[in-house]
């Protein structure tokens, strides 16, 4: 059965929803915690067009970072996602290093209509925001951002997925609704979870849906994703006949590519930085 997100929350209607923000943030998020800026990555903009774009969503428009290169094109997409903090400097600078790859890459602030994540400064405010967000309105949304993306320089059978955290959950729904997708890359996204009208289902019970190969990338150490649901997955995707693959490295913990965090883990965040461009590679992708 083709399990189409769009259809398996009928009660929320977020084309009516206003959005509560009008821009990206700036900076680092708070919420997030303090910044280590000796680890902190920096990627220029020097031979890229990058920075913050209006796109058409339902409802309204949504602001999105925009990163690739300045001359040429049409260039492969990937939509970034993000952490459960929303669109701050490290997604941002992640656009730039894609786009420093030939990838047209853009993340959408998909907590728009949801909430400020700018104003949030704990992590229990930035999981309330990211709880009200109902997976069918960022399915949408992110069709909008594919689609625009075919109308500005983006290659439209070149269409690439990957995120982080809340972004990681995002990836593999995303890779179970889209056809378009060629390939998608989960930085530690929860496979499992509770039912509800936001979420009705979780990459586990898409497994036999998945429309494109998806790697993930996990942490033996995450205290919030089990490798016994690591495993559920590989078995509920080996059942259903679907290429995924995963990579798990040891000792690391959840948000071991956020070069901002104290989770920081160098080694394990390069290594998963150049699986993810050869899957891609390897998938049609790049």
Not at 180 to 191: D, E, P, S
Not at 229 to 246: H, I, N
């Amino acid at each position: 059965m083709n399990a189409d997100i769009l259809s398996l929350v009928p009660k929320v209607d977020f084309t009516r929803r206003g959005f509560v923000k009008t821009g990206l943030i700036t900076g680092f998020t708070v919420a997030a915690g303090p910044v280590i800026a000796q680890s902190a990555i920096t990627t220029d903009t020097n031979g890229l067009t990058a920075g913050e774009v209006k796109v058409p969503v339902p409802g309204g428009e949504m602001a999105a970072y925009r990163a690739m290169p300045a001359q040429g094109g049409p260039f492969p997409t990937i939509l970034v996602i993000q952490e459960i903090f929303g669109v701050h400097e490290y997604i941002k600078d992640t656009c730039r290093r894609f786009a420093k790859e030939g990838y047209l890459a853009i993340a959408p602030d998909l907590y728009m209509r949801q909430g400020d994540m700018s104003k949030v400064t704990d992590m229990q405010g930035a999981i309330a925001i990211a709880g009200q967000v109902p997976d069918a309105q960022v399915m949408a949304d992110l069709d909008a951002m594919a689609n625009w993306a075919k109308s500005n320089r983006g290659h439209a059978e070149k269409l690439g997925i990957t995120g982080f955290c809340w972004g990681g959950r995002i990836t593999w729904l995303y890779a179970a609704h889209n056809p378009n997708v060629k390939a998608g890359v989960a930085w530690y996204g929860r496979l499992v979870g509770q039912s509800n009208e936001r979420t009705p289902k979780h990459p586990v019970d898409l497994a036999r849906d998945l429309k494109a190969p998806v790697l993930g990338l996990y942490g033996s150490a995450d205290q919030g994703i089990p490798l016994d649901t690591v495993e559920q997955m590989k078995k509920a995707a080996a059942d259903a006949g679907k290429k995924v693959e995963f990579h798990v490295y040891d000792g690391a913990p959840h948000a071991f590519h956020a070069d901002y965090r104290p989770s920081y883990r160098k080694e394990a965040a390069e290594d998963g930085w150049k699986r993810a461009l050869a899957w891609f590679r390897q998938h049609g992708v790049a």
